[in-house]
């Protein structure tokens, strides 16, 4: 399949989202490298197509495929989704914790935090297996509402505090809003903060430092072109942390594949090389550092 463009300008990222190619699941990383994305566009794109065929599927779920088409925007109603989680907890009685990301800012801007929905979160936060809340944060890439962002993270802070449970954070384009979030709000920051997925710069580490806060790093690490040592060797080594961010961020050499945890191992292998230090050293700290922040015995 040739892409062709009359205007010999660039086309938008939207009309890979829309096209029929994205919507068969055809897209190859050759074919997507033609619309001018990044490489870390391109590698999204590709995980969300390969999930397309699985959301199809289930018309029920909480994101569907007509969503992921409308610019990956999500729109659900709150009381539905407040539900969901409750039956989630019921179906992992057996699993030691249960670690989700249900309230991150960027899909839940359309919502006012209102008392009923606190109390109803709260409820399902004071659950032994829920370790944390998160992720919670800014996301100025996509044209979300910021201003409700702002309001809604504030509110998923201080609610944290009130359940003595650390925050993990989503943060991507906001560093300076965040950082002012961060210093008005650190009297509710007593439990620990993550910073997940961390994607920021070598300066911005030194700015968050007053939060003495956590750092994780997934598959992106691994990427062509992604070279992140400078940023990991600033990261104190009792706050450093791996992570997935499955089904997405799939680490080399499985990008463009569903991720899942057996992937993990790739993302230490990088550390390790970036920090001049065996695998097993990078896997007995961030172990520790991850039961560390999330309380795990």
């Not at 065929?53 to 539905?80: C, G, M, W, Y």
């Not at 006012?112 to 944390?132: G, P, T």
């Not at 007593?190 to 997934?218: K, Q, T, V, W």
């Not at 940023?231 to 997935?244: Q, Y």
């Amino acid at each position: 399949m040739r892409i062709t463009n009359k205007n010999n300008t660039k086309p938008r990222k939207e009309k890979v989202y829309k096209s029929e190619s994205f919507k068969d699941g055809q897209f190859t990383e050759e074919e997507l490298k033609q619309y001018g994305l990044s490489d870390d566009e391109i590698a999204t794109i590709l995980e969300y197509q390969s999930l397309l065929p699985i959301l199809q599927e289930n018309e029920n779920n909480t994101i569907s495929a007509k969503e992921l088409h409308n610019q990956l925007k999500v729109s659900r109603d709150f009381s539905t989704w407040i539900k969901q989680q409750i039956e989630d907890l019921e179906l992992v009685e057996n699993i030691d914790y249960f670690i989700d990301s249900p309230l991150k800012g960027s899909g839940l801007v359309d919502y006012q935090l209102k008392l009923s929905d606190a109390k109803e979160i709260a409820m399902l936060a004071k659950n032994s297996k829920v370790v944390a809340i998160g992720e919670i944060g800014l996301d100025y890439h996509y044209d979300y509402d910021k201003t409700a962002q702002k309001s809604l993270l504030i509110k998923q802070i201080i609610l944290a505090d009130s359940l003595n449970l650390p925050v993990i954070i989503h943060l991507r384009d906001a560093y300076l809003d965040m950082e002012n979030i961060l210093k008005e709000y650190k009297k509710y920051i007593n439990n620990g903060i993550l910073f997940h997925c961390y994607s920021g710069s070598r300066e911005m580490i030194d700015r968050f430092a007053f939060l003495d806060p956590y750092y994780a790093f997934g598959g992106a690490i691994t990427f062509k072109n992604n070279n992140r040592a400078e940023v990991i060797k600033a990261v104190k080594k009792d706050r450093l942390m791996l992570e997935t961010d499955c089904p997405y961020l799939t680490p080399v050499p499985h990008r463009g594949e569903i991720n899942t945890p057996n992937n993990l191992k790739f993302v230490a292998e990088r550390i390790a090389l970036d920090l001049g230090m065996s695998y097993d050293e990078i896997a007995k700290i961030t172990t520790e550092n991850t039961k560390r922040f999330y309380n795990i015995k």
